[in-house]
């Protein structure tokens, strides 16, 4: 099982303005700094949409977990 504090501080990270939502830009720019230079925003948004299961175009801290629980 993962550890829920570890992901909560990941899906911090990610949530860069704070309303509770990763954006496929938020998650662009922080994979940018993290090195990852080839994450486009369309490929931000298809890794969003794969665990995206309320179709929102945003992932959600539960929908974030789920995907961090396996």
Do not use: C, P
């Not at 954006?23 to 994450?39: H, I, N, R, T, W």
């Amino acid at each position: 099982m993962a550890d829920i504090e570890a992901a909560k501080r990941a899906f911090d990270r990610y949530d860069i303005n704070k309303d509770g939502r990763i954006s496929a830009a938020e998650y662009k720019k922080v994979m940018a700094e993290l090195g990852d230079f080839y994450a486009t925003e369309s490929v931000a948004q298809a890794v969003i949409n794969a665990d995206d299961t309320d179709n929102d175009g945003h992932l959600s801290w539960d929908e974030f977990w789920a995907k961090v629980q396996g």
